[in-house]
């Protein structure tokens, strides 16, 4: 048996918890189950692979899990329902503020055509690096910085997500979004975050929609 078997039947249980706890949260989400393609990503790519080997057993808990340096792997029903708000075009270009490990990372690789990815802590980046090689995600570019700036150089994006959660959302990773893209960020005071969809019109007017409170590791305005 191959170690992905072993895994095989809790990531099936991690499968069925996320879409129970969509029918449960259909009010703030405003649909009952999440696209099709995000399921069968969620399905494919092994959450066990991304996160410490000590951790590998709870990897498909719907639970945050440590992955050193203060951080956490976002639980699996957070990185669905995030996916899922992104609504991922086989044509996207895509930033991504937070590898951490890159699961995240390996998800959007999978549904997006293009991925640059930002992570502070250089050892984390470096992990991700080697894990999605591992994965062959060939089509992921990841840069050690503060993500508070985005990457003005590939930008705009057709979509933007964040994996960590600024006070107020930076006017810089907004500027960075293409007219019609989409971000999904969390945002507020600590004790205070929201999950937030932005989006800009094709006229470039922005809109934003608040989804359900969430916690995450600050993201700070402190750039290197």
Known sequence: MSDD?????????????IAAKT??????????ALGSRVMATLAEVPRHEFVPLEMQRYA?????????????????????????????????TVLEIGTGMGYQTAILAALAQ??????LIEELA????RRLARRGCANVEISVANGWRGWPEHAPFDKVIVAAAPELIPPSLIYQLKR???????????DAQQLIVVTKDAEGSVSTREIFGVAFSQLDDEVW
Request: with cysteine; aromatic share 10%.
């Open 5 to 17: 078997d072993d895994f095989s039947e809790p990531r099936q249980r991690m499968l069925a918890f």
């Open 23 to 32: 029918i449960y949260s259909c009010a703030q989400l405003g649909k009952a």
């Open 60 to 92: 498909y808990e719907d639970t945050p899990l440590p992955i050193g340096f203060g951080k956490t792997i976002s639980q699996p029903f957070i990185v669905a329902v995030m996916t899922d708000l992104l609504d991922l075009q086989a044509t996207d």
């Open 114 to 119: 293009r991925v640059y990815s930002m992570e």
């Open 126 to 129: 470096e992990q991700a690096v």
């Open 180 to 190: 019609g893209g989409k971000m999904v960020i969390p945002a507020g005071l600590p």
